[in-house]
């Protein structure tokens, strides 16, 4: 059983960064590739982001890419995403998940999900 653990949530203005984290434990992290989705107030949860077993692949919704940046520390069992250029409409609760199966996640059907950890973005 795998634990997902976000952080690195908050209050920022618009055209801010930050950077959120996800710590996993209870399985090899290498073996998972890791996703980041989020769910806005009064919406659907979607997926914004997925990186690969060793980083090497990633994807990114339409209306994050060039903002967002997703990353891996396997030796940190960590997966990361940093988001620069922050809109009103990045307000959400940001969710990380794993799969062994990546196409699991672009299909917003991971196996394992985080609590979540919040972002508004205003001024």
């Known amino acids: 059983q795998v634990q997902l653990v976000e952080s690195g949530g908050g209050l920022v203005q618009p055209g801010g960064s930050l950077r959120l984290s996800c710590t996993a434990s209870?399985?090899?992290?290498?073996?998972?590739?890791m996703g980041w989705f989020r769910q806005a107030p009064g919406k659907e949860r979607e997926f914004v982001s997925v990186?690969?077993?060793?980083?090497?692949?990633?994807s990114y919704t339409e209306s994050v890419k060039g903002r967002f940046t997703i990353s891996r520390d396997n030796a940190k069992n960590t997966v990361y995403l940093e988001m620069n250029s922050l809109k009103p409409e990045d307000t959400a609760v940001y969710y990380c998940?794993?799969?062994?199966?990546?196409?699991?996640?672009?299909?917003?059907?991971?196996?394992?999900w985080g609590k979540g950890t919040q972002v508004i973005v205003s001024s």
């Open positions: 209870g399985g090899t992290f290498s073996n998972y590739a």
């Open positions: 990186i690969s077993w060793l980083g090497g692949s990633t």
């Open positions: 998940a794993a799969d062994a199966n990546a196409g699991s996640i672009r299909r917003s059907s991971p196996r394992y």
